[in-house]
């Protein structure tokens, strides 16, 4: 099982020579760590879905170093161009059509013909990317339905037996998946709550997002199903207190809470620590894991979204 390596050139090389051999490489993003392959490569690609064990309907993001690279991959109108020039490199990933003469595997996106990529704004992530001169499938390095992981020591206990490498960058800043937009339909449609928040989205656009439900209900990203982000324990959500032999995730100023996501209330914060929080509440020593309501507003939004899978009913 191979011990998380410290960011460094040699390593750095290291892992983008793994990648470019078929090997899976955990890297850290800002957002959270994710499970490397090159993107143009179906058996890589078909190991990833083997390690998370994930459902193959559910399509993974290609990263990319700079949006040049991008462009290789996936068609840009002009308004995408400009539209995703306001937010890469960061915590958003945009659904392009696939371009005709794209190298990416298909199995990638899962038989779509439209991929979502993504630049991500971790500057050593970008190293890598660069380094690896392919792109990177990556989803969140976690099994399907599991935590996402926010350290590589999350990975390491997760995934630790099934990846070549692991590189670690220490605790992600952000802490919550990128923000998933789908520049392929008009006004473009908010897939995922994510790091860069509906608000500053709509600002930018200056008019509404469309909406992420397709007109039978259903979500148009895969990812949006229900029991998505579900630690072992049963979630019981909006919990204004603990009751015996629950855990209590606090949010602002408690009492009660075991863990606090932010005890000055700060959504920041709350979305950096929530995943790895999650992790620790997760043990066999309490029977549910109760969680303090979470103002809708903002990052609040994303980590709402991610509380209310984990309570969903499972399947
Ligand atoms: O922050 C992140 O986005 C992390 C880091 C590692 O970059 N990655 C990540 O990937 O969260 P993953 O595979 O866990 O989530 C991919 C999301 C899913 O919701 C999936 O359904 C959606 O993107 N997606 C991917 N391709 C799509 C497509 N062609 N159309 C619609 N949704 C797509
Ligand atoms: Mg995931």
């Known amino acids: 099982m191979p011990s998380p390596l ?42 990833i879905y083997e390690a998370k064990n994930r459902p193959h309907f559910n399509p993974l993001i290609v990263h990319c170093p700079d949006a040049e690279s991008a462009r290789q991959l996936v068609e840009f109108s002009a308004f ?17 059509p696939r371009r005709r003469d794209s190298p990416l595997s298909l199995l990638l ?9 993504r630049v991500p704004a971790d500057e050593r ?18 099994s399907s339905g599991r935590i996402s992981p926010t350290t590589a020591a999350h990975v390491e206990a997760d995934l630790g037996d099934r990846v070549s490498l692991i590189l670690d960058g ?17 006004p473009p449609a908010l897939l995922r709550q994510g790091g860069v928040t509906q608000e500053t989205l709509e600002a930018v656009l200056g008019s509404p ?10 979500p148009k990203s895969p990812g949006m199903l229900a029991s998505h982000y579900a630690p072992s324990l049963p979630v019981r959500f909006l919990a204004g207190s603990k009751q015996p032999g629950e855990a209590y995730l606090g949010f602002g100023p408690s009492t009660d809470a075991d ?39 903002g990052l609040g939004r994303a980590i709402n979204d991610r509380l209310r899978r984990a309570a969903a009913p499972r399947a």
């Open 80 to 96: 995408a161009e400009a539209f995703t020039q306001q937010f890469w490199p960061g915590a958003i990933s945009f659904i392009l």
């Open 170 to 186: 220490g605790a992600c800043t952000l802490g919550v998946e990128s923000t998933v937009v789908d520049l392929t339909v008009s």
């Open 109 to 117: 996106s899962a038989g779509l013909p439209t991929v979502a990529i």
């Open 259 to 297: 863990l606090n996501l932010s005890s000055a209330g700060d959504l920041t914060e709350a979305a950096a620590n929530l995943f790895s929080y999650l992790h620790q509440l997760d043990d066999p020593r309490w029977t549910r894991i109760a969680v303090a309501p979470i103002p809708e507003e």
């Open 6 to 47: 410290p960011i460094t050139d040699e390593n750095i090389d290291r892992a983008a020579e793994s990648l470019r051999t078929g090997e899976l490489v955990a890297f850290p993003t800002e957002t959270v760590y994710g499970l490397g392959a090159d993107a143009t490569n179906d058996r890589a690609v078909a190991k």
């Open 209 to 218: 997002l469309s909406s992420s439900l397709a007109e039978d209900g259903q």
């Open 125 to 142: 992530a970008r190293r890598l990317l660069r380094a690896a001169r392919v792109p990177v499938a990556a989803p969140s390095a976690n």
